[in-house]
């Protein structure tokens, strides 16, 4: 059984590779293949500004599983300041990789416009306010580790007094979507096209769903 703690500075390289592989085989592993820019918007911000609400999952010594939480996004930059500095830092743009999402993105932000069709955008809600990102290592998948970070979660939120938090997925992750509905998260809202992502070949969209306690 995954015992669950917060985390440690002296975590940190260890919790920056499994970064890289606890996503290994869904839609949201990796959205342009840069990892280092990835981790710089995804979880580098909250080593530094939300330590006390980032949890790990231990199984005999290792780390298998993260959650990332924020009671209050205010005291992170937005998403999109965290991409545009990470394009910009990391010269984003000449690398084949990250371009090639760039250019998808771009002509799907056009046709959607034409079709005036919604396209993915960041969530704020009063009503929910704390979010959240979990990540397990495929070998731990099924062992209960998720379900214990959760939990952990829950707890936080209690304690602090947050209404409520809130996270987005992709639409097409049913996995994840089935997990968060089983710990109680509820859908919410439209469900736009994500620009520039892909999985199999397919546009994919996000979900964003919610949980009060």
């Not at 599983?65 to 394009?87: N, Q």
């Not at 056009?110 to 960041?122: Q, V």
């Amino acid at each position: 059984m995954a015992e669950i703690r917060t985390f440690a500075e002296d975590d940190r390289a260890e919790l920056r590779e499994l970064f890289t592989r606890a996503g290994e085989g869904a839609p949201t592993a990796s959205l342009w293949g840069h990892e280092e820019s990835e981790a710089a918007i995804y979880l580098d911000p909250y080593m530094e500004s939300a330590p006390d609400s980032l949890f790990l999952a231990v199984v005999d010594g290792a780390l298998v599983g993260y959650l990332t939480g924020c009671l209050d996004g205010s005291v992170l930059p937005s998403e999109s300041e965290r991409m545009e500095t990470a394009i910009r830092r990391y010269r984003l743009i000449l690398r084949p990789g990250p371009a090639a999402f760039f250019a998808r993105s771009m002509v799907d932000t056009a046709r959607a416009a034409i079709l005036r069709e919604p396209t993915a955008g960041e969530f704020e809600d009063a009503r929910w306010p704390a979010h959240l990102h979990i990540n397990v290592a495929p070998s731990a998948r099924g062992t209960g580790a998720a379900d214990a970070l959760m939990d952990r979660w829950f707890d936080r939120i209690r304690e602090t007094g947050s209404p409520g938090c809130h996270l987005q997925t992709l639409v097409e992750n049913t996995r994840a979507v089935r997990f968060f509905e089983r710990m109680g998260f509820a859908k919410h809202g439209p469900t736009p096209l994500v620009p520039g992502l892909r999985y199999g070949g397919r546009r994919l969209h996000q979900q964003t769903m919610v949980w009060s306690p």
